[in-house]
């Protein structure tokens, strides 16, 4: 029997789609059936850890599921669900992360590419101009000419 590692934060493959099958309660069978359907047939040899979820099996998923966060399901990182959609922005949580990840994956290159650093200031100086605005009509404040 294989030593357990209690000291990991990340789930294996296994577990993640059986927490799925228990999130969405489903039994094995159930979603070995909506997966065949869809031309994935290794759903049996996931659940036994012998085979990680696939991109094809995880797109099938999160195509009938959305509410279950696609980077969690393929890697382990996050939460089962997306999470809450930002108040007015329509962008959830988990792409949220996934976006900010990507960012800070690649911060060094996008520093030094001319066109990112343009687009930055841009919506720098933007955020700036929507505060002074907010920060003028709070105290009645107008410009002076």
């Known amino acids: 029997m294989a030593k357990q590692d209690y000291n990991r934060d990340i789930l294996t493959s296994a577990e993640r789609f059986k927490e799925v099958l228990k999130f969405l309660k489903m039994n094995a069978s159930q979603m070995d059936g909506i997966l065949k359907s869809k031309g994935i047939f290794n759903s049996r040899a996931v659940l036994d850890g012998t085979e990680d979820i696939s991109m094809p099996m995880a797109r099938i998923i999160i195509e009938k599921w959305p509410e279950i966060n696609e980077l969690w399901l393929l890697t382990g990182e996050g939460t089962i669900t997306k ?7 329509g962008i959830s949580v988990g792409d949220i ?7 800070l994956n690649h911060e060094e290159v996008l520093l030094k590419n001319k066109i990112f650093n343009k687009w930055l200031e841009n919506k720098i100086l933007i955020r700036e101009n ?6 003028q009509a709070k105290y009645n404040l107008t410009e002076k000419a």
């Open 83 to 89: 999470g809450e959609v930002e108040t007015g922005t």
């Open 97 to 103: 992360e996934i976006v900010l990840k990507c960012l």
């Open 130 to 135: 929507s505060l002074l605005k907010e920060i």
